[in-house]
């Protein structure tokens, strides 16, 4: 029943910007961590970004200095903000949450269905 739904996906330039959303629903106790991930055509899928519940942050190399991840708790919402958008990061962009649902049990992870981001002129 817990349901993650991306949003802010789109076209844009090289060098623009987009900012991703992705709200958790459902039956939720708690969310740990939360991440996203991306796929590209013909590639693996990559981790793009993760964020304790505590706000510590990861980057992969190929986005850092460029990607900023977020939260919002009381939303049970995590953010992705692009900056310096390059045509390499076009995927479709999936988040995920590792969320516990009933109290004392342990965390399963959720995955949204994916929104696409294309970085073309």
């Known amino acids: 029943q817990v349901q993650l739904v991306e949003s802010g996906g789109g076209l844009v330039q090289p060098g623009g910007s987009l900012r991703l959303s992705c709200a958790a629903s459902?039956?939720?106790?708690?969310?740990?961590?939360m991440g996203w991930y991306r796929q590209a055509p013909g590639k693996q899928r990559e981790l793009v970004a993760t964020i304790t519940s505590g706000g510590s942050t990861n980057y992969a190399d190929s986005v850092k200095g460029r990607f900023t991840i977020s939260r919002d708790n009381a939303k049970n919402t995590v953010y992705l903000q692009m900056n310096s958008l390059k045509p390499e990061d076009t995927a479709v962009y999936y988040c995920?949450?590792?969320?516990?649902?009933?109290?004392?049990?342990?965390?399963?992870?959720?995955w949204g269905q994916g929104t696409q981001v294309t970085v073309s002129s």
């Open positions: 995920n949450g590792d969320i516990v649902v009933r109290r004392r049990s342990v965390p399963s992870r959720y």
């Open positions: 459902g039956s939720i106790f708690s969310i740990n961590a």
